[in-house]
């Protein structure tokens, strides 16, 4: 099984954001989690009433999900943390719907079950965002992605930042 590629972000006006920080000293960590998780809560929002989101059934609109980064188990089943301060989640797929979206193909490009090369498989949420490979008579051509996960996230990263910071200043001032 291969693994998805996510759409990433980064922060413009970091610098501010950390003036911000250093100005209110040690931000308790369940302070960072909760706004990270509400801006990324409004980018999936943003995502899923996109007009790019391709919708014949609604399976690809209904796995989006906000998926913390950075969070392992340990041999007893507990949740940790790898860094204090810090909490970072995306928009992604739900791994629940990789029966649905994971399809295997022949060579030729014809739908098959039960292959043997995992090569042969793809992903549909992935193609669609990113494209695709296909074979022609000239070669191997590309066909064109939507591109709506990384769109709507360069266009909303603003709004996720003001999000963030209110849920923050919020937060603080409680």
Do not use: C
Request: net charge positive.
């Amino acid at each position: 099984m291969r693994a998805v590629k996510r759409v990433n972000f980064d922060i413009l006006g970091m610098d501010e954001i950390v003036t911000y920080f250093s100005e209110l000293g040690k931000v308790p960590q369940k302070t960072v989690k909760k706004s990270a998780r509400a801006g990324a809560s409004h980018v999936r929002k943003k995502v899923r009433s996109d007009s790019k989101l391709p919708v014949e059934h609604g399976r690809l609109r209904d796995a989006l999900i906000v998926a913390e980064e950075g969070v392992k188990t340990d041999s007893e089943g507990k949740r940790k943390r790898n860094k204090t301060g810090r909490a970072v989640f995306q928009v992604t797929f739900n791994p629940a719907y990789n029966t649905v979206f994971q399809h295997n193909t022949t060579p030729e490009g014809k739908g098959t079950r039960g292959s043997k090369n995992p090569r042969d498989h793809y992903y549909y949420p992935a193609s669609q965002e990113y494209g695709f490979w296909h074979r022609s008579k000239i070669g191997f051509e590309r066909e064109g992605g939507r591109y709506f996960m990384r769109d709507v996230a360069r266009r909303e990263e603003d709004m996720a930042q003001e999000i963030m910071l209110e849920v923050i200043r919020k937060d603080i001032a409680a």
